[in-house]
């Protein structure tokens, strides 16, 4: 992905930074963890309100969202769905081909970053 945002910006180079993160831990200290664990029209609906959203303020009160992602490769078909051409149906079934089934975790919140350590 670091690759692919340096090839559509054309400039920089691609750099990945590496944490660990301890769900279990976060979860014994009350934070408000979101998990989707595959695509499902909750997922869906879900990306497309965010997506959505032009205030200054999240849609949802989690600290932290875990699940399938939705980055630009996906992009195309979820606009489609928000521009009312396609049904929440055949997004997912969309995204479902297109998507790499790898997982996306939001920290949304500066409590859940104290749960992220650094890979050196």
Same mark, same amino acid.
Do not use: C
């Given at each position: 992905?670091?690759?692919?945002?340096?090839?559509?910006?054309?400039?920089? +180079?691609?750099?990945? +930074?590496?944490?660990?993160?301890?769900?279990?831990?976060?979860?014994?200290?009350? !934070?408000?963890?979101?998990?989707?664990?595959?695509?499902?029209?909750?997922?869906?609906?879900?990306?497309?309100?965010?997506?959505? &959203? &032009?205030?200054?303020?999240?849609?949802?009160?989690?600290?932290?969202?875990?699940?399938?992602?939705?980055?630009?490769?996906?992009?195309?078909?979820?606009? %489609?769905?928000?521009?009312?051409?396609? +049904?929440?149906? %055949?997004?997912?079934?969309?995204?479902?081909?297109?998507?790499?089934?790898? @997982?996306?975790?939001?920290?949304? @919140?500066?409590? +859940?970053? &104290?749960? !992220?350590? %650094?890979? !050196?």
């Amino acid at each position: 992905m670091a690759e692919f945002k340096v090839d559509i910006f054309g400039e920089g +180079s691609p750099l990945v +930074s590496s944490f660990d993160f301890d769900a279990e831990a976060a979860r014994e200290a009350g !934070l408000s963890i979101k998990v989707f664990d595959d695509y499902s029209e909750e997922w869906a609906q879900f990306v497309v309100d965010n997506r959505n &959203n &032009n205030s200054d303020n999240p849609i949802h009160e989690f600290d932290i969202v875990i699940g399938p992602i939705a980055d630009d490769k996906v992009g195309f078909q979820i606009r %489609k769905y928000i521009e009312n051409e396609i +049904s929440i149906d %055949k997004l997912i079934e969309r995204i479902m081909y297109y998507g790499d089934k790898s @997982t996306q975790y939001f920290f949304g @919140t500066e409590r +859940s970053l &104290n749960y !992220l350590r %650094k890979v !050196l």
